[in-house]
């Protein structure tokens, strides 16, 4: 299995809302990463984990709250977003360790709208 | 701090004829290099990658990359292009050096047209 799922596809919340994005794969990888990606523009880091532990953090505000609950799993709470946080949220994955030369798998992603 | 310049927003070919879309780069030392491809409503998926060795790196779907050290270049080619080739296609970095974040610097990516 050569793939990194992503659930929703498609959410639409408002901003008082709490909602959970899902991402999972099986490829056994160690790292998992969360992007952020508007249109027309590269995506953008936003978390890192490595080993189930958060490694990287890109200074995202705390509406956003990521989760690695195993090493398949990983989640991305949402609370009080804003309109401007309407993107593709991709998830991806990637062999961990020092080989930092692994490309990385990524799933088709969430397209968020916030109202 | 390394940075990833893709020149053209945008390129036009017709089908069946060769296509190249540009990338350089600016890393301190030696960089591994991707590209990925974008298609409609789709996540990143990934081309090719150098990290050493030979400087023409072969990937998918035809699609091969030459790694140019003094001109800091990692040019996508394909010597016949298809109308499904049509993509957003995007260039990446990654620094060797030991202890660096484990992320992936983005081009502003390029959007390829194969005219049929």
């Known amino acids: 299995d050569t793939e990194v799922t992503q659930t929703p596809k498609h959410l639409v919340m408002g901003m008082t809302n709490k909602k959970s994005l899902k991402c999972e794969q099986h490829?056994?990888?160690?790292?998992m990463y969360w992007y952020k990606q508007k249109a027309k523009k590269p995506p953008e880091l936003m978390f890192v984990?490595?080993?189930?532990?958060?490694?990287i953090n890109e200074s995202v505000p705390s509406r956003f709250s990521p989760e690695c609950p195993n090493s398949s799993l990983l989640n991305l709470h949402l609370h009080a977003l804003q309109p401007e946080d309407s993107a593709l949220y991709l998830c991806?994955?990637?062999?961990?360790?020092?080989?930092?030369?692994?490309?990385?798998?990524f799933g088709p992603g969430t397209r968020l709208t916030v109202l | 701090a390394q940075s990833v310049a893709q020149p053209e927003d945008q390129v036009n070919v017709a089908e069946g004829n060769p296509l190249t879309v540009k990338c350089t780069y600016s890393?301190?030392?030696?960089?591994?290099l991707f590209w990925y491809v974008q298609y409609p409503n789709r996540g990143l998926q990934f081309l090719l990658k150098?990290?050493?060795?030979?400087?023409l790196v072969k990937g998918s779907y035809g699609f091969e990359a030459e790694f140019n050290k003094s001109q800091t270049s990692f040019h996508l080619k394909n010597p016949s292009a298809l109308v499904c080739d049509s993509a957003f296609y995007f260039c990446?970095?990654?620094?060797?050096?030991?202890?660096?974040?484990?992320?992936?610097?983005f081009g502003s990516g390029t959007q390829l047209t194969v005219l049929p």
């Open positions: 991806a994955s990637s062999q961990a360790g020092l080989e930092v030369y692994n490309e990385q798998f």
């Open positions: 490829m056994g990888h160690r790292a």
């Open positions: 984990y490595s080993y189930e532990k958060l490694s």
């Open positions: 890393v301190s030392g030696n960089p591994y």
């Open positions: 150098y990290i050493t060795g030979d400087n």
């Open positions: 990446a970095v990654r620094p060797r050096r030991s202890g660096s974040a484990r992320q992936l610097t």
